[in-house]
């Protein structure tokens, strides 16, 4: 979202990189914050189900901080449960995702969108999230936001996890849930540019 506004709005670009680095650093202090209340329960878990941590199939206890394809749902990824999700469709969905909310956002918060429904953007913004999470999330557990997976990722490997949370996807840590949202984000600003700019535009023109 930061990355779409400094390229599709007026957001200042010299605020990027200190936005990006202030959302990863929350990111990671919200993981270790999680892992400090839950960390008992999560280790029962893991005990109850004979999951290793850090070891071949210990993705069913760290998707609790980064995401995975298909949805864990608390179990080990099987390669053949791989195959119902393959890297090519991951990255589509999570792109296809990013781009929606970002529109969604643009459009809820554009001042000249004289159509807009004034005060409920945070209401329709929220309930966007929840209709992408309820169809994404089976498929891609519905990360978009790098800051929300990369940083959790990065603390879930220094927690034990090890290399599992680089490896269990291949590059698809990088290529779904860093790329993906990053394009989509800005993929979405276009669309909110070069179309539904010009549609309430328009609308607004006949009334006037």
């Not at 599709?8 to 400090?36: E, M, N, T």
Request: with cysteine; net charge neutral.
């Amino acid at each position: 979202m930061t990355l779409s506004m400094a390229v599709w709005s007026d957001f200042p670009k010299s605020r990027v990189i200190p936005y990006a680095v202030a959302q990863l650093l929350g990111a990671f202090a919200a993981a270790a914050v999680l892992h400090l209340v839950f960390g008992d329960a999560l280790r029962a878990y893991e005990q109850a189900n004979g999951i290793v941590r850090g070891g071949l199939g210990s993705e069913a206890s760290a998707m609790v901080f980064g995401q995975y394809y298909p949805n864990p749902g608390g179990e080990a990824i099987p390669p053949d449960k791989q195959e119902t999700v393959p890297m090519w469709r991951a990255f589509v969905i999570e792109f296809i995702g990013t781009a929606v909310l970002v529109a969604v956002i643009f459009g809820l918060t554009d001042h000249k969108n004289s159509g807009r429904p004034m005060g409920l953007a945070p209401v329709l913004i929220g309930l966007t999230v929840t209709l992408l999470i309820s169809l994404f999330g089976p498929l891609t557990m519905a990360s978009f936001n790098p800051a929300r997976d990369l940083a959790p990722r990065i603390f879930s490997s220094l927690a034990g996890w090890g290399v599992v949370p680089f490896t269990v996807n291949s590059w698809g840590w990088l290529t779904v849930y860093v790329c993906a949202p990053i394009t989509g984000g800005v993929a979405g600003g276009a669309l909110w540019k070069a179309c539904l700019t010009k549609l309430y535009r328009s609308a607004h023109d006949e009334l006037v």
